[in-house]
T-cell receptor
Framework: ETGVTQTPRHLVMGMTNKKSLKCEQH?????MYWYKQSAKKPLELMFVYSLEERVENNSVPSRFSPECPNSSHLFLHLHTLQPEDSALYLC????????????FGEGSRLTVL | RKEVEQDPGPFNVPEGATVAFNCTYS??????FFWYRQDCRKEPKLLMSVYSSGNEDGRFTAQLNRASQYISLLIRDSKLSDSATYLCVVNMGLNTGGFKTIFGAGTRLFVKA
């Protein structure tokens, strides 16, 4: 099993749809993250969960709703998205009292029509 | 000013060349520093951490200058397989005890035969 797995890998949705991205980490880490990567832009941190509590929300629109039911799972619920939300959404995990290295999933490529 | 700034690139170099990437960060309270590598349509992966004393891993050498808030990566004897985007990454501490990871926009490297 790879360390961080994301599903689905690709998602196409209309602006009125509701969908969710899922992330699971098998590394025993205590922090999980959602990042957005748009073309020719730096990775943008969206949400940070430490010990299942949200500790950082970088002014992300409410149409993105994270959920962290336990330390191994992280969801990103999507509703009424806009075409400019089309991007690669990357999940990552880390052990906060360690080196700070982030381990990324392969990402979910989202297209909003 | 961006929190983490990198050379815009792309860098096009022949095999065997030496190439250097530069990066500056704006927050003097930043605590730890990394270079990540991202291959086309793949997730970022840690290349190496960066320490004040400088550190080397095979053909790769990383340097940190805290006074100038400057980080560098030197690649010697470039290989075709080094072609990728190199991301400068900075960790800043959060009040919660965790940290926030900020990515630069990345510098693309193309190594040609």
């Amino acid at each position: 099993e790879t360390g961080v797995t994301q599903t689905p890998r690709h998602l196409v949705m209309g602006m009125t749809n509701k969908k969710s991205l899922k992330c699971e980490q098998h590394l025993g880490h205590n922090a999980m993250y959602w990042y957005k990567q748009s073309a020719k832009k730096p990775l943008e941190l969206m949400f940070v969960y430490s010990l299942e509590e949200r500790v950082e929300n970088n002014s992300v629109p409410s149409r993105f709703s994270p959920e962290c039911p336990n330390s191994s799972h992280l969801f990103l619920h999507l509703h009424t998205l806009q075409p400019e939300d089309s991007a690669l959404y990357l999940c990552a995990s880390s052990q906060e009292d360690s080196t700070g290295e982030l381990f990324f999933g392969e990402g979910s490529r989202l297209t909003v029509l | 000013r961006k929190e983490v700034e990198q050379d815009p690139g792309p860098f096009n170099v022949p095999e065997g060349a030496t190439v250097a990437f530069n990066c500056t960060y704006s927050n003097s309270a930043s605590q730890s520093f990394f270079w990540y590598r991202q291959d086309c349509r793949k997730e970022p992966k840690l290349l190496m951490s960066v320490y004040s004393s400088g550190n080397e891993d095979g053909r790769f050498t990383a340097q940190l200058n805290r006074a100038s808030q400057y980080i560098s990566l030197l690649i010697r004897d470039s290989k075709l397989s080094d072609s990728a985007t190199y991301l400068c990454v900075v960790n800043m501490g959060l009040n919660t005890g965790g940290f926030k990871t900020i990515f630069g926009a990345g510098t693309r490297l193309f190594v040609k035969a």
